[in-house]
Structures are given as structure tokens and as C-alpha cells.
């Protein structure tokens, strides 16, 4: 088997087909490489072996046979664990549901088991995927693959260390607030967050409903498109899809088009408190595209501001909703929960006091206070209303405008535990992801790769496409051609 290192979806295929590599070697071979890799990196909750292996057998013995495979056929790929895949783990991050069994696969797992794609394991992630760096998790912590001292982010950390770390091809994260786009910047690779309603939500266990989406996690914008193509469109477990999938234009665009394309750049996204070294990186990609003869403008979103406070009260809300059906008694390891305890209200406190952590607690105690009568209209609706009120700002912009470019987090990856005490100071890293969510938008994060190093320590920075509903291929098409330029 060739070197794992930098293969992506595309030269894997191409070397499949090639016949360089079988489906079975590749999967053998990532294995090898995890089993040694990820004791210092901590990427995967739980392996897949037995089950890859002899779907990779499947996808060769198609091959001899001259069937004509897709692009993901046998491609190795790590999925976080809080997207369901039938008899397989899946505890979000949460001790509360360690020992737990899927009993059915999300919609995008059928969608990806038709396509033959091969999943080598589960990934870690902040509990019930509520953090930016990963520490959150019950289990263990991810460390960044560019920089072991500091945080993958999160929390599709482990997801996204994966492919960081050549652990797999690609996977697939989850996004609420920024948790694909922001730990794709820290440790330099592509994650795509997908239009609200473009990729089924059935089967990936719900944190806020009215903001979750799955999205692809990738070595490059091509095969982010490849991948998203794949896993959006109809599902009727999922009544907030929208129905319909993508074509080819998701690949297709080229320079022509895209310089049709005009790039809004809003003053509120480059405020104070964003790191030099961001600033700088992000210069450089805009002088970069305007070498194109990409058009940029100016532009305002002036409730952006506001955009944190929001998520913080619609989030929580959604959250504590959600979580009340993990009462220790259903989705359990625990075989008899009433054991030691004389009512239902003792089998709450004691196993939900058990099996989740701080701040899954924080949040359902905050959502809790939020919906609870009296600050019902006072918090959670006049959250609504400024939620309409972002959704407006961009409704404008994109009259002017067809992309919006901006940084993916104020800071680079930051270090272990500076800021897991401090909830406040990390939940400003998502501040410049949230507001997409917010508006149910697509939105990329793409790492900076300029030609001179842009920081002295090199650790990766990523900067962010937000499109128009539904509009994934210019985000993608956009950053396909950048990615050509930069190679
Ligand atoms: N970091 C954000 C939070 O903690 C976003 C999480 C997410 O996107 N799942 O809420």
C-alpha cells in the first residue's frame, strides 16, 4: 500500500480503480496506522474492524466482477459518534450512554453504506457535542496533530484530527454553532456546515434542533463536494429536509464563473480581539483571490453582535429539551437503574448526575431557566426575534453580494486546558461561526495555504465562505479554485 499520507477521496478512487491498492489493503493499512498514531492523538472512541474489513472485501470482489464503482466505494472514513450506525457504539461523548447500541442508521449512514464507503471507527467529541476544543468529552481528550500541547477544537475534534492525521480519507461531523468549521481551521483541513435542511438530521443525536447539520470533513474543497453530494437530499425520517440533492455543479464551476461571483467582506467579522496572525492570513487569501480578478465589496452585517447572546438562549433552550430523553432508564448500559433508589425522580438524579458532565449540566439548568414561565418572552422569544433580525442582515448582503468571506475563529488552536474553566472565554471562539447556524446558511471553512508561511509556528488557519441557501456549489466552487491556484 502506498503511504496514506495526503490521500484524499479522489487519488484513493483513482489508485483503486488503478488497481494500486485493493479496497481491503487501504482499510488494513489505516488500522496499522491508527493503532499506532492515535495513542497520542486520541481521535477514535471505538474501531470498526471486524465490520470494515469485510465490507472492504465486498467493494474488491465488485471490482473483479467489473462493476463500476462510485468515488466513495471503499474509501476509509470516521464518522463522530453521535451519528448512528446500526449495532455500533454510540455515546456522543457521554458517559451516559457508554455500552450503548445503535439500533438504526442515521440517514446519511444508509446513504453512504450504498455507496460502499467503508467506516473504520466512531470519533470523539465534546459531550453531546457542546464545546470547541474537545475536552468536553467523558471519555479522553484529542490532541491537535499540527501542535500535541494544544486542543484539535471542537467539538468534531476527533473527526477532524482523523483526517488531520491521515486516520482516514475523510468524516463526517456535526455542526451547531461552528463545530466542523472551527476544528477544520485549527488543524487545517476543509469543513463544509450544509444549508439547514440539505443532509437528513435522522439519526444523529439531536443537541439543538433548529441549528444541527452533518457535514463532510475533508483534505480538500473537491472532495467536500464529492462528499456532500453523497450524503444531502431527501429523507422522509427527517421532516426538515428539504427533499432534493445536488448535481454536478457542485464541481463543475470554473474561473469564469466564479469571477461572476462578487465576495462580501464584512467590517464586523475583522473587529478587535482578532489575532494578528488571523488578520494577517486573511489579507493574504483576499489579495490572493482579487489576483484572479475576483471581484470583493464591503459589506455590513450590523447584528452580529448580538449573534453570541442569541445562540446562548436558543442553543440551551433546544438542548434541554432534547436531552430530557436520556433518563438513564432507556438508551442505558445501566441494566437496572431503579436498583439502590426508591422513585423515578432518584433514578434522574443519580444517573443523570452520574453520566453527564459540567457542562452539559450548565446548559440544560440554562435552557431550563430560559423556557421556564415568566422568562419565557423575556429571554427565548426576544431571542427569536434577534435571530430574525441576523437572518435579515444576511438576506440584505446577499442582494448585494453571492459569497461572504471571513476568519473561522478569532484565534489560532488554542492550548490544553487554558480555557475550560473559563466557559465564557470559549465560547468566544465560535463567535464568528454561530451566525451562519443562526441563519441556517452553508458555510466553509478552508485552510489559509499561502505561498510565503504567514505565521512563524505554522499552526493552521482557516478562513470561511458563507453562501446563500441552498447555494453550497459557489462556496465550493470558489474554494476549488483556490485550491488550485494554491497548489
Ligand atoms: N462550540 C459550540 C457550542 O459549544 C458549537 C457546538 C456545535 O457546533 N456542536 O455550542
Do not use: W
Not at 65 to 76: S, T
Not at 293 to 310: D, E, G, M, N, Q
Amino acid at each position: 500500500m502506498s503511504p496514506l499520507k495526503n490521500l484524499t477521496i479522489k487519488s484513493f478512487h483513482e489508485g483503486l480503480v488503478a488497481k494500486k491498492f485493493s479496497a481491503l489493503e487501504a482499510t488494513q493499512a489505516f488500522f496499522e496506522h491508527i493503532k499506532e498514531s492515535d495513542k497520542s492523538i486520541g481521535a477514535y472512541l471505538s474501531l470498526n474492524e471486524e465490520n470494515a474489513i469485510k465490507e472492504s472485501e465486498k467493494v474488491d470482489l465488485a471490482l473483479a466482477k467489473g462493476e463500476d464503482l462510485g468515488p466513495l466505494a471503499g474509501v476509509p472514513m470516521a464518522i463522530k459518534d453521535n451519528i448512528l450506525i446500526k449495532n455500533l457504539p454510540a455515546t456522543a461523548g457521554s458517559r451516559s450512554l457508554e455500552g450503548y447500541l445503535a439500533s438504526y442508521d442515521a440517514g446519511v449512514i444508509t446513504k453512504l453504506k450504498k455507496e460502499r464507503a467503508i467506516f473504520l471507527g466512531k470519533t470523539n467529541l465534546d459531550e453531546f457535542a457542546m464545546g470547541s476544543s474537545t475536552e468536553n468529552s467523558g471519555f479522553h481528550l484529542t490532541r491537535n496533530p499540527h501542535d500535541p500541547e494544544r486542543v484539535p477544537g471542537g467539538s468534531s475534534g476527533g473527526s477532524v484530527a482523523a483526517v488531520a492525521s491521515d486516520q482516514a480519507v475523510a468524516a463526517l461531523g456535526s455542526d451547531t454553532g461552528g463545530s466542523i468549521r472551527q476544528p477544520a481551521g485549527f488543524c487545517g483541513v476543509v469543513g463544509l456546515k450544509t444549508t439547514y435542511g440539505s443532509v437528513s438530521r435522522s439519526g444523529l443525536i439531536a443537541m439543538a434542533s433548529s441549528l444541527d447539520q452533518i457535514g463532510p470533513i475533508t483534505k480538500t474543497v473537491e472532495d467536500a463536494a464529492v462528499l456532500f453530494k453523497a450524503i444531502a437530499g431527501g429523507d422522509q425520517m427527517d421532516s426538515t429536509n428539504a427533499g432534493f440533492g445536488y448535481g454536478d455543479e457542485l464541481t463543475s464551476l470554473n474561473l469564469n464563473e466564479v469571477r461572476s461571483l462578487k465576495i462580501g467582506v464584512p467590517d464586523e467579522y475583522f473587529a478587535d480581539g482578532l489575532e494578528e496572525g488571523v488578520k494577517v492570513a486573511l489579507q493574504k487569501t483576499i489579495d490572493d483571490l482579487k489576483s484572479l480578478r475576483i471581484t470583493f465589496k464591503k459589506i455590513s452585517l450590523p447584528h452580529t453582535k448580538y449573534a453570541l447572546s442569541v445562540y446562548y438562549v436558543i442553543m440551551p433552550a433546544e438542548v434541554s429539551s432534547n436531552l430530557a430523553r436520556f433518563d438513564c432508564i432507556r438508551y442505558s448500559r445501566i441494566k437496572n437503574s431503579a436498583e439502590g433508589v426508591s422513585n423515578v425522580k432518584d433514578i434522574y438524579f443519580k444517573h443523570r448526575g452520574d453520566g453527564f458532565g459540567a457542562e452539559t449540566k450548565r446548559r440544560i439548568i440554562l435552557g431550563t431557566f430560559v423556557l421556564s414561565s415568566g422568562y419565557y418572552d423575556a429571554y427565548y422569544e426576544k431571542a427569536q426575534r434577534v435571530r430574525s433580525l441576523i437572518k435579515n442582515d444576511f438576506d440584505e448582503a446577499f442582494g448585494e453580494v453571492d459569497v461572504i468571506l471571513t476568519p473561522v475563529s478569532p484565534t489560532r488552536a488554542f492550548k490544553i486546558g487554558e480555557r475550560v474553566s473559563d466557559p465564557l472565554s470559549m465560547y468566544l471562539s465560535d463567535i464568528l461561526t454561530i451566525p451562519a447556524n443562526l441563519a441556517g446558511l452553508p458555510a466553509i471553512s478552508i485552510p489559509v495555504r499561502t505561498r510565503e508561511p504567514y505565521s512563524r509556528d505554522n499552526l493552521p488557519i482557516g478562513f470561511q465562505l458563507i453562501g446563500k441557501h441552498f447555494r453550497e456549489a459557489d462556496i465550493l466552487g470558489l474554494g476549488q479554485i483556490y485550491e488550485k491556484m494554491c497548489r
